[in-house]
């Protein structure tokens, strides 16, 4: 499953490091959150000094993790003293598939001369880093943090199995994804060996939603049409103000995607970027014998062929209908290839 090349100068870096910045991709979700607080105890173990951080604060639900509270975000007031200002022997990026996924957290100016380890799991990798781990046969960042333990020598129990089985969970859907292979439930098997509660993360991460995200569904779902075997449901940043939520992952495109018709799923949502432009982000799901991968690669986005996104400058009534069509043609392409991962 591990490159030991790789493994072997990741531990070199490690070795040689002391001050070491962690970050993973914008918009967090679990495997994000699971692998840069998995990380983080990894390197505390090894007596390292990592500094945790995020562009955007992460879910609350993920609030029971332990040192959740030591992640710093990019609105926190000690942001510029303890990331910017700071020097760091190392950067390790996690779950982020391009270089603009970590967000600004990461200045160039300031890191750029500071080596970087990408430990990604995505297929759509851009390979950004100094040195480049990616593994598309691991289905979620977490399990390659596990094997990185290993490599180590380090057991996968407390704090760090609690982490790290949570981004598995979250990136299977509770090992229901096509990629759910012996060797995540091999590695699911050790993190619950070594203390980590199966039922309790799922209870507190999967099997919960807050009203509000409820609400959203509610404003956003007569939205949604289907056609040629794509379904689709278009909004605005707006509606995600109006209940109090930042536009992000709403699970809706997994929903949709459930359709008995549907091949492929798209939630279009019309918001500003960082810099004030109107801009459309793509949220697309597939089931197994597509890939929305390709897709949203193409548009500038990335992902896994089962799940994947992207964010296009325009308008929503131009970009939306153009997409749909190009999900429509995919489609028709794909639906005489074998089953492909997620």
């Not at 970590?102 to 759509?124: A, E, F, K």
């Not at 390659?144 to 333990?149: D, G, I, T």
């Not at 939520?245 to 091949?263: H, K, Q």
Request: glycine share 10%; aromatic share 6%; hydrophobic share 45%.
């Amino acid at each position: 499953m591990s490159d030991p090349t790789l493994l072997t100068a990741i531990q070199e870096s490690i070795n040689g490091a002391n001050h070491i910045l962690c970050l993973a991709h914008v918009a967090p979700d679990g495997d994000a959150v699971g692998s840069l607080l998995g990380l983080g105890w990894l390197l505390r173990g090894l007596g390292k000094q990592p500094t945790l951080a995020l562009q955007d604060a992460p879910p609350k639900e993920y609030g029971f993790l332990p040192a959740f509270d030591a992640i710093i975000t990019s609105q926190a007031p000690n942001y510029p003293s303890d990331v910017q200002g700071r020097a760091f022997d190392l950067v390790i990026c996690t779950d982020s598939s391009s270089p603009d996924r970590m967000g600004s957290v990461y200045n160039p100016q300031v890191h750029g001369s500071v080596p970087l380890i990408l430990i990604d799991h995505h297929v759509t990798n851009t390979r950004f880093g100094a040195i480049n781990w990616v593994a598309p046969e691991c289905a979620a960042a977490c399990q390659m943090v596990a094997y990185l333990a290993d490599a180590f020598g380090m057991s996968l129990t407390g704090e760090m199995a609690e982490c790290l089985l949570t981004g598995l969970v979250t990136d299977t859907l509770c090992f229901r994804t096509s990629n759910t292979t012996p060797e995540v439930l091999a590695v699911a098997q050790r993190l619950m060996q070594g203390g980590a509660n199966l039922a309790t993360i799922t209870q507190r991460t999967v099997n919960r939603q807050p009203f509000a995200m409820i609400k959203l569904w509610s404003l956003i779902l007569p939205t949604v049409a289907l056609e040629d075997g794509v379904i689709w449901a278009v909004t605005d940043q707006e509606v995600f103000e109006q209940v109090g939520l930042p536009v992000g992952d709403t699970g809706l495109s997994s929903f949709m995607v459930t359709a008995d018709e549907a091949a492929m799923s798209a939630l279009f949502v019309q918001k500003l970027n960082g810099e004030g432009l109107r801009c459309v982000e793509c949220s697309f799901r597939a089931k197994p014998g597509y890939n929305v991968a390709t897709l949203a690669l193409s548009l500038g986005g990335g992902g896994h062929p089962a799940a994947s996104g992207c964010t296009v400058l325009g308008e929503i009534t131009e970009i939306a209908p153009k997409v749909i069509n190009l999900m429509k043609a995919a489609r028709v392409q794909q639906q005489s290839l074998p089953a492909q991962g997620s």
